[in-house]
């Protein structure tokens, strides 16, 4: 199998849960503690070893091609003060990866934006990283994701065990078990099934190795779960009939990950990052004890 060196991050969404903040600003731009969101999730693809990045985005991404490009005015200041470590932290995001930009003009659902890929992709395995789950650097899944993909083929989807009355906000996979502890063999897959429906606990979060079939797959898939074009609805379709593209496994992921997909998890986002930093963490959590003491 080939070495996987694509990925491909869908950012093209209005984040409205986030609004007005993100009325003139990407909600892949919001921060977390000090980096935005969507640096996070470019350092995942760099750490596994995808050093060729397409950010799928929209109207008003611009800020997202300015954040990873050089600010040469900045580091001209920053270098006449002498400031060494910001002027690191500056030119770290333009040094993670090669990256490629592409507008996905009609927002028709996760489906259509990995589809806007193909032309950049063309017939290798590639990852999708989407930009609402950060997983923590320690936790290399990624990495585990694209080994079980050189190894087996076909295409490989991350999933997490959830509390069953939440099943009804994910993805979710019917399996099967294998001989390692944290794969499955994937079956099936619903888009969000409702209660009492779901074949497993198992959710589908926001991490994909994905076989090149997956393309001529989603260009026949219809519009599905809210009028999208759902990439879901497409694994389903390779994981019933392995002769399209290969079977569909999947990497149990029992690590950290940081949910910024809604205001409260962005939150608890921000104080779990910001607790286990070293520069940050001892002074932040003897204030966060104080605070809860005081007002719980």
């Known amino acids: ?62 800020p997202l091609e300015d954040h990873f490009d050089r600010n040469y005015e900045l580091e001209s200041a920053l270098t006449r003060k002498g400031d060494a470590a910001r002027l690191a932290k500056v030119q770290e995001s333009n040094e993670l990866a090669t990256m490629h930009y592409v507008r996905q003009g009609d927002p028709r659902g996760l489906g259509h934006a990995v589809l806007c890929a193909e032309p950049h992709v063309g017939d290798e395995p590639f990852a999708v990283l ?48 294998t001989a390692d502890a944290d794969l499955v063999r994937v079956t099936g897959l619903v888009e969000k099934p409702e209660p009492g429906e779901a074949p497993s606990n198992l959710a589908v979060i926001g991490r994909y190795v994905l076989d090149p079939a997956v393309f001529a797959v989603l260009r026949k898939t219809g519009p599905g779960r809210g009028g999208e074009i759902q990439l879901t609805d497409a694994l389903q379709r390779l994981a019933s009939d392995e002769k399209l593209g290969g079977p569909v496994h999947g990497v149990v992921f029992r690590g950290r990950r940081y949910d910024t997909g ?22 932040f959590r ?9 007002e719980l």
């Open 1 to 62: 199998m080939r070495k996987i060196q694509k990925a491909v991050i869908p950012a093209a969404g209005l984040g409205t849960r986030f609004l007005p903040a993100t009325k003139a600003t990407p909600k892949e731009m919001l921060p977390v503690v000090d980096k935005p969101a969507i640096q996070y999730v470019v350092e995942e693809a760099a750490a596994a070893g995808l050093s060729d990045v397409l950010m799928v985005t929209g109207r008003n991404k611009r």
């Open 130 to 177: 989407l930009g609402d789950d950060l997983i923590d650097p320690r936790d290399p899944l990624l990495t585990r994701m694209t080994e079980v993909q050189e190894r087996e083929g076909g295409s490989v989807v991350a999933l997490m065990e959830v509390p069953a009355a939440m099943i009804q906000q994910y993805g979710c996979a019917a399996v099967e078990p």
């Open 262 to 283: 809604d205001r409260g998890d962005y939150l608890r986002a921000i104080v779990r990052l910001a607790c286990e930093r070293e520069d940050l963490g001892p002074d």
């Open 286 to 294: 003897t204030w966060l004890r104080s605070f809860a003491a005081a």
